[in-house]
């Protein structure tokens, strides 16, 4: 990809200001260009125009040795010492830093870099090859990163540089952004031009000022961003950069304008999170270069000129050219970034920006210093009563059964002789339907719970600076400093501008539009403009900047923190073996749960697509409520008699075939089958075991020798024991005998004969549904036709429903009813608790009276007076809720959804499962099944960006496995299927970009 692969008025360099009419490019015709190719450089080869608003560019293949080239023509007329410029700085990039591609001209027979013809300017240029950063639809954080690290290596690599031709008025320098957009009104709104205003202001108060002398200079690409960066997507995916293309912006300048485009380019990306999408850019542009404290100072007043330089200019293009709408788009994008930057409080930017260099100043003193002035009470205190903190955190003790959601459950604040007050400095929690991004949790001030109407007052001399139907701010002065009281929830009763006295009324209490009653929010700051909440992410910057307000509320208010997620993750890593790890690359710190929802210690509400553990939901209240109680009775060891244990045991009957009434309990998963196991060898006097290919069973010495699944047991093959026979996978889509279920069988009747030389079969283990491998259901008949040859071969079937029972399936409760087979033992965990250790073995009677007559079983906590509550009150939910009938029917809209998917995006080869017990299995575009494992790591870690969590699993861990609560309902799937709708497209949109941007690069966001 050349340097002028791209439509883009970002390679003029004449005053904007002369263009206000459609501006008359070069002409070359398509003979004069070959002849010219052929007589200067040697060079027979077919031509493609790439399209420019500005010069005219072709694409050059060589017929002879399919090298390619571009061809670039510009008006002669223009300044030669810029080309001359541009053609040096060139030369000079790649010898400081050669690891980085950019487009040199090539030399012509006669050794010129130009030529000219006819009026015009011809030059011969390398391709860079490769596909632009903005290829892909979505960024990841990565790969901002990656973004930054270009620009910094950019600004090393022109370091040292000068020329004449640099020294110029160019458009997209932000020296002259004043100059540049105040000429231009004519083509904008009144409402526009009002925006340019606003964003322009401070952008002229640095170009005057002091500071603007402390900005280093130098040489500058301006024009670095993601449709300029070219380069290779690795085996995971991930973008590795090979060049940078288009240096026709060149220009002396500040040093620091060089992140200040990029990390606009992140904001048009995400404008909904300004500061989150360009603080990735700057830590890439930090790991390779610093700035200055002058130049983080500065850096969001040039993130702004950025933007109105791009909003005007892109602008006056698409006015041009009125039929071009990728024009229009482009410009309709810049307004949009704009918006955001100009929506985000400069000092906190300014702040974040300043913590990501190093440069973070302590907490502000402001509440020291107003706590001195003695301010009067913003509420008369005798009217309510003494001030009471309350904790309304992520997790706080208030809140239970989704209370905080509903209106109607809120708990109570307060009371008749007591005034409840929210606290400073609180992560509280956000609300599900805002999930596909963090939300601004941490509170910023304090908020005194009082009637509607009450009267709010003054605590100093102040000026009314903002005020609304919902806040007003007040302005003070004390000493050197001027500071803001925020008095939010309320309705003011004077505008901007009228001064009020100390302890004069100033506003009343509004009525409230969320769950929280009705309070005056109090914040205290450095800024006007700082929001009520912020991002957590935020919080060292944020409060440089917000002042506990406990000074003007009375009481202390300040919130106590844990751990930040970094330390917990330290904590974790220095004490907890790396074998027990986590998800997700950067994993979240999981703090609360609700239904199907998990909540962050950032307050960020997750949907929960694979806890088939949590079978009836998270934090379930009859759940709790039965622990709780049983919890303050008795929990002792299970030799002793209660009736807990024989009541859960019958209920568990209820559920099973008559035959399988008879019951162990155990503490986990692994103990059951370990158990299982050991009730068929004593069963049969024989040793040999038969399970299938690709399966996980647990971790106990004798469970893990049956693993064969190669994420939890790589060198399972090697390690294989003599007494282990591996039976192939029935699986329909991959499996070598499609949906035929009798070869499988088959595999399962020699596995069996394998086994005799080592005195028989005793057990065949296997999950009726195939949870490991993706939710794989077998051929129909499979599992009685396997059953079968086991018992054939004196052995027993052991179904392992640890992960695919408890109703799952829908509506059957275990998933060998659905297969029609009755295994002779069952070994269950997981759902049965909810969560909390408590396993389960069901067998035939005769299976266990064997047992008993050659040794004992005792599991001190195995079915607990505590554990069999819960698990009593866990069937309890699945029958009063009906559970396992929303398995099948929430379940069957969800496969059909799927199904839809999967005919659009050829990602999706197959939709495997039952119920709510799903795999979509990910696959290479175009091949022939092939699993895509970086595929459906990358859509993970994108989903979680959306605030879904979803993991891979199977074989080659490229099945997405989908196993929520059961609680699931169509609202969730809802959610789920679109942000996953979202993800899918994003990455059908980046390969087709990306393939086209072989020939031709479209006109795209920022900096053009």
């Not at 955190?393 to 989704?402: C, H, I, K, P, R």
């Not at 069988?745 to 005793?762: F, M, Y």
Request: contains cysteine; proline residues 6%.
């Amino acid at each position: 990809m050349a340097e002028t692969q791209r439509s883009s008025t970002g390679e003029a360099t004449v005053d904007v200001t002369v263009c206000a009419a459609p501006c008359t490019g070069p002409t070359l015709s398509e003979h004069d260009a070959t002849r010219l190719l052929r007589e200067e450089w040697g060079i027979n080869g077919r031509l493609t125009d790439l399209g420019s608003t500005q010069d005219q560019i072709m694409l050059v293949e060589n017929a002879g040795d399919g090298r390619r080239n571009v061809l670039r023509a510009t008006l002669a007329d223009g300044d030669a010492e810029t080309a001359d410029a541009e053609h040096l700085a060139i030369r000079h990039f790649r010898s400081r830093d050669p690891g980085l591609v950019v487009p040199q001209a090539v030399p012509t027979l006669r050794d010129h870099d130009l030529v000219d013809f006819n009026g015009l300017r011809i030059r011969l240029l390398d391709w860079v090859p490769g596909a632009p950063l903005g290829s892909a639809v979505h960024l990841s954080p990565r790969a901002l990163r990656c973004l930054g690290r270009l620009a910094a290596r950019s600004v090393t690599a022109l370091a040292g540089f000068d020329h004449p031709g640099l020294h110029r008025r160019s458009p997209w320098d932000p020296r002259h952004a004043v100059r540049t957009v105040s000429g231009l009104t004519d083509h904008f709104t009144d409402v526009e031009n009002a925006l340019i205003e606003r964003a322009l202001a401070p952008v002229a108060e640095l170009i005057a000022g002091d500071s603007a002398g402390r900005l280093p200079e130098q040489a500058v690409h301006t024009d670095i961003h993601e449709h300029n960066v070219v380069g290779d997507f690795d085996a995971d995916g991930e973008f590795v950069p090979t060049g940078i293309i288009d240096f026709g912006d060149l220009v002396w300048t500040w040093r620091a304008g060089e992140i200040a485009t990029p990390m606009l380019a992140a904001v048009a990306r995400a404008p909904e999170d300004p500061l989150g999408a360009a603080l990735p850019v700057l830590a890439g542009y930090l790991e390779r270069q610093s700035l200055s404290g002058a130049e983080a100072d500065a850096l969001w007043t040039l993130v702004r000129a950025r933007a109105v330089l791009c909003a005007a200019l892109q602008t006056l293009a698409s006015q041009q050219d009125p039929d071009d709408e990728g024009a229009a788009e482009v410009a309709a994008e810049d307004w949009r970034a704009l918006h955001a930057v100009l929506e985000t409080d400069p000092a906190l930017a300014t702040a974040v920006v300043r913590q990501a260099c190093g440069f973070g100043a302590p907490e502000t003193d402001l509440a020291d210093l107003v706590a001195r002035q003695s301010p009067s009470p913003i509420l008369r205190d005798q009217e309510f009563g003494q001030l009471r903190p309350v904790d309304l955190s992520v997790e706080s003790e208030l809140f239970s059964a989704g209370n905080w959601l509903d209106d109607a459950a809120f708990p109570s604040l307060g009371s008749d002789t007591e005034t409840a007050v929210g606290r400073f400095d609180e992560v509280r929690l956000g609300r599900p339907d805002l999930a596909d991004h963090a939300p601004a949790a941490l509170h910023l001030g304090a908020d005194l719970f009082v009637p509607v109407g009450t009267e709010v007052f003054a605590p100093f001399d102040a000026t009314v600076v903002r005020a609304g139907a919902q806040a007003v701010v007040l302005q003070s002065r004390v000493d050197a400093t001027t500071f803001f009281v925020r008095l939010a929830g309320v309705a003011a009763h004077f505008p901007v501008g009228h001064t009020v006295r100390r302890g004069a009324e100033v506003a009343v209490v509004a009525p409230t539009d969320g769950p929280l009653p009705a309070h005056v929010h109090v914040q205290l700051g450095l800024s006007p403009d700082l929001p009520g909440r912020g991002r957590v992410r935020d919080r060292a910057a944020l409060l440089t900047l917000c002042a506990d307000p406990s000074p003007l509320v009375g009481t202390p208010t300040r919130a106590e923190h844990g751990r930040a997620v970094e330390r917990v993750d330290e904590r974790r890593a220095k004490y907890v073996a790396d074998a027990q790890s986590t998800y997700f690359e950067n994993p979240v710190q999981m703090v609360r749960g609700w239904r199907h929802w998990l909540y962050d210690s950032a307050g960020r509400p997750y949907l929960d697509m694979i806890n088939n553990v949590a079978v009836v939901g998270h934090s379930h209240p009859a759940l709790t409520s039965a622990a709780a109680r049983q919890m303050a009775l008795l929990n002792t060891n299970s030799r002793f008699l209660y009736d807990a244990m024989g009541e859960y045991a019958e209920r568990l009957a209820d559920t099973l075939p008559e035959e399988l009434h008879t019951f162990f309990f155990v503490n986990s998963g692994s103990e059951a089958v370990d158990l299982a196991v050991q009730l068929a060898r004593v069963h049969t006097a024989r040793r040999s075991v038969v399970v299938v290919e690709g399966s996980y069973h647990g971790w106990t010495s004798d469970v893990f020798a049956l693993d064969t699944l190669p994420h939890d047991r790589p060198r399972w093959r090697e390690e294989l024991g003599a007494h282990v026979h591996v039976a192939e996978t029935p699986d329909p889509y991959r499996g070598r005998h499609g949906a035929r279920a009798e070869p499988y069988v088959e595999s399962v009747r020699r596995a069996c004969a394998e086994a005799g030389p080592g005195g028989g079969v005793a057990a065949f283990v296997s999950e009726p549904l195939l949870g490991s491998q993706g939710g794989i259901v077998p051929p129909p008949g499979y599992l009685a036709g396997a059953y079968a040859a086991v018992r054939e071969a004196g052995g027993v079937c052991i179904a392992d429903e640890i992960q695919v029972g408890m109703g799952r399936t829908g509506p059957a409760f275990w998933a060998f009813e659905g297969q029609g087979a009755t295994p002779d033992i069952v070994a269950a965990a997981k759902a049965t608790g909810n969560g909390h250790p408590l396993g389960v073995v069901a067998c035939r009677a005769e299976i266990a009276a064997e047992f008993g007559r050659r040794a004992g079983f005792f599991s001190s906590t195995g079915g607990g007076p505590v554990s069999c509550r819960i698990g009593t009150a866990v069937l309890d939910v699945l029958r009063d809720e009906r559970l396992p009938e929303n398995a099948r029917t929430v379940g069957a809209y969800l496969d059909g959804e799927l199904d839809t998917l999967a005919a659009r995006f050829p990602e999706i080869g197959a939709v495997h499962g039952e119920g709510l017990y799903r795999g979509v299995d990910i696959v290479v575009p175009g091949s022939d099944k092939e699993p895509a494992p970086a595929a459906a790591s990358q859509m993970c870690e994108r989903m979680l960006e959306l605030g879904v969590v979803v993991q891979p699993t199977g074989v080659e861990l490229n099945v997405l496995k989908i196993k929520p609560p059961l609680c699931f309902d169509t609202a969730a799937a809802d959610y789920f299927l679109a942000q996953f709708t979202r993800v899918l497209e994003e990455r059908a949109q980046s390969r087709t970009a990306s393939a086209r941007s072989i020939h031709r690069h479209p006109t795209t966001g920022q900096g053009q």
